[in-house]
């Protein structure tokens, strides 16, 4: 069934699956990886709702005037190559890493770890693609029927569809790293060097992809998805690293927690193994013990939070934490003692 203009109508039965579907997975996957300490799902979801939503609105009120502009004084030929190198990648760029921004002022203490910054980094991403990738599926089903929208789904939701989220990735891992870290150097730099890093990254790809099209040779494709999968790579490697340190803490701040009778060495030895949590739960929710699960799932919840709070007060000098601490360890000691199934 196709519309006015050849414009299939059944398209717009798929669009939204082809749109959101693979992005929240993924954002659901990179969620679900943050092992030691689990960010809280709410946040979690504002940070892909301002991605899918104010970020691409505000994107556009300040592309499209530019654009005009650029249109008007250079031709609409330079406008459009100008927009798509320099114009998009900063706008977007900035807009999604206002949210990273408010979550650092006011929302500080859940960025734990490298790990934080780029995870709410990429969600903000994730749901920025999702809402561009409608209207990318809208034209290219426009234009090439149903062949063309799901090509266009390859490309873009497969191919390509962690670019967005390694782009804002980098602003997050940038203030991150200010976050723990007490050089005023690194505190102003780190976001302005993420937020670059992000700008410029998407810069790469919007330059690449441009000079794919003007060119239509398959030489500039080949070239297209190694250099994007490999900056993908890279910033997922930074943030495993971020995970590795927090592995590290929980070694660390929560041994003398056993020792001191606060955490049976179980629990310890379970919190910090990736798989060893995995493995705990998943034995437990075989059983059948669904009590027992939910309350290894939240031991290993407070015995990581609490070496993190142990981490911010000793490593950051944030002297705050001494009230929370305490608070964890006697809601630790709680949890220890109720029944196990």
């Known amino acids: 069934m196709e519309g006015q203009g050849g414009f299939p109508i059944i398209a717009l039965c798929f669009i939204p699956f082809l749109a ?3 992005m929240v997975l993924y954002a659901l996957f990179v969620w679900w990886f943050d092992r030691f300490e689990k960010e809280p799902l709410w946040l979690a979801a504002v940070a892909f709702l301002w991605g899918s939503i104010p970020t691409v609105l505000l994107a556009l009120c300040a592309q ?3 654009t005009l502009l650029l249109g008007a004084g250079l031709g609409q030929g330079a406008a459009s190559v100008i927009s798509s190198i320099i114009v998009a990648p900063v706008t977007e760029e900035l807009f999604k890493g206002l949210l990273v921004l408010l979550l650092f ?5 859940e960025i734990d770890s490298l790990y934080d910054g780029f995870l709410y980094g990429s969600l903000v991403g994730f749901g920025f693609a999702a809402t561009e990738n409608v209207l990318y599926f809208l034209g290219a089903a426009s234009a090439r029927g149903l062949a063309g ?7 873009r939701a497969i191919l390509f569809g962690l670019n967005h989220a390694a782009f804002t990735a980098l602003t997050g891992l940038g203030f991150a790293a200010a976050r723990l870290s007490r050089s005023l150097v690194v505190q102003i730099g780190a976001p302005i060097l993420g937020l670059g890093g ?3 990254f998407h810069a790469l790809h919007n330059t690449v992809a441009t000079v ?6 398959p030489i500039f494709c080949l070239l297209w998805l190694p250099v994007d999968w490999m900056g993908a790579l890279l910033v997922f490697a930074i943030a495993i690293y971020g995970l590795f340190r927090e592995r590290q803490w929980i070694r660390r701040y929560l041994r003398e927690e056993v020792e001191a009778g606060v955490l049976p060495e179980s629990v310890y030895r379970e919190s910090a193994s990736f798989f060893g949590r ?3 739960r998943g034995g437990a929710l075989l059983r059948g013990d669904f009590q027992g699960f939910r309350r290894l799932g939240r031991l290993h919840h407070l015995a990581a939070e609490l070496a993190f709070r142990k981490h911010q007060q000793t490593a950051l000098q944030e002297a705050r934490w001494e009230a929370e601490i305490e608070r964890l360890r006697a809601e630790l000691r709680r949890w220890t ?3 196990a199934g």
Do not use: C, D, H, W
């Not at 002022?105 to 203490?109: A, E, G, N, Q, T």
């Open 149 to 155: 929208m799901f090509g266009n789904f390859i490309a």
């Open 105 to 109: 002022l006011f929302y500080r203490r």
């Open 64 to 66: 499209l005037p530019t």
């Open 337 to 339: 003692q109720a029944p």
């Open 212 to 217: 794919t099209e003007a060119a239509q040779s």
């Open 198 to 200: 992000a700008i410029a």
């Open 278 to 280: 995995i493995t705990a």
């Open 20 to 22: 959101f579907g693979p």
